[in-house]
């Protein structure tokens, strides 16, 4: 039986998430402080982390980088009052897998959660590897050739999604769909703006645009 972390200082709404989840048939322990969210997160004991940023103690966004810092690649949907776009993006840039906004409904985070459940065996290859380019998904460290860049988790994950994918066209719907998680402004320009970043530090030539249709790690 799956484990869901549930770090939540509102006890009506983590009775509420914890509820629903046990009824859905997973298996889910509560905390309510930052301190807490940590420890227990560590241990590799669960296979999700739902996380309020708004915790007593160690704040959520805290909770998140001491977590990516240290390497672990859980499954992180952020549950939070705080619905700003600087936020959002905050959350994302952190390591966030997804993001929800409060007042949510059940059925929309059961989704995610499921979703989310899926692709979590996708790291059991933990590295990456093509040509002269390469991943450590256990570390977060990329390398060209014998040069390491540093990857913001945002970037990592867009650099993963190609790594995973060589040679194949990925439209922006897809990669807004797999790496930012969430539904983002399909008008948005911020997979263009990614892949730019991606270039400058990869080069020019490693991810080609295949016009109308998106890119490709070639």
């Known amino acids: 039986m799956s484990r869901i972390l549930i770090a939540e200082d509102e006890d009506r709404i983590a009775s509420f998430v914890e509820k629903?989840?046990?009824?859905?048939?997973?298996?889910?322990?509560?905390?309510?402080?930052?301190?807490?969210?940590?420890?227990?997160?560590?241990?590799?004991?669960?296979?999700?982390?739902?996380?309020?940023?708004?915790?007593?103690?160690?704040?959520?966004?805290?909770?998140?980088?001491?977590?990516?810092?240290?390497?672990?690649?859980?499954?992180?949907?952020?549950?939070?009052?705080?619905?700003?776009?600087?936020?959002?993006?905050?959350s994302l840039e952190g390591g966030?897998?997804?993001?929800?906004?409060?007042?949510?409904?059940?059925?929309?985070?059961?989704?995610?959660?499921?979703?989310?459940?899926?692709?979590?065996?996708?790291?059991?290859?933990?590295?990456?590897?093509?040509?002269?380019?390469?991943?450590?998904?256990?570390?977060r460290r990329a390398t060209v050739g014998s040069r390491q860049v540093d990857l913001s988790a945002r970037e990592f994950a867009l650099a993963e999604e190609f790594l995973r994918h060589p040679d194949q066209v990925l439209s922006r719907e897809q990669l807004l769909s797999r790496v930012w998680g969430y539904d983002f402004d399909p008008g948005s320009n911020v997979v263009d703006v990614y892949v730019g970043y991606l270039r400058a530090k990869f080069g020019a030539d490693r991810i080609e645009t295949v016009r109308g249709m998106g890119y490709r790690l070639s």
């Open 20 to 90: 629903g989840l046990v009824a859905a048939g997973f298996a889910t322990v509560v905390v309510g402080t930052g301190a807490d969210a940590l420890d227990y997160a560590i241990t590799g004991g669960f296979d999700l982390l739902i996380l309020n940023i708004g915790l007593p103690g160690i704040d959520g966004y805290e909770v998140l980088r001491q977590l990516r810092a240290d390497g672990s690649e859980l499954p992180v949907i952020v549950l939070t009052a705080r619905d700003s776009a600087d936020d959002t993006l905050a």
């Open 96 to 139: 966030a897998n997804d993001y929800m906004s409060k007042p949510f409904r059940f059925d929309e985070l059961l989704a995610r959660v499921r979703l989310r459940m899926v692709e979590a065996p996708r790291a059991t290859n933990t590295v990456l590897s093509v040509d002269g380019l390469q991943l450590d998904l256990r570390t």
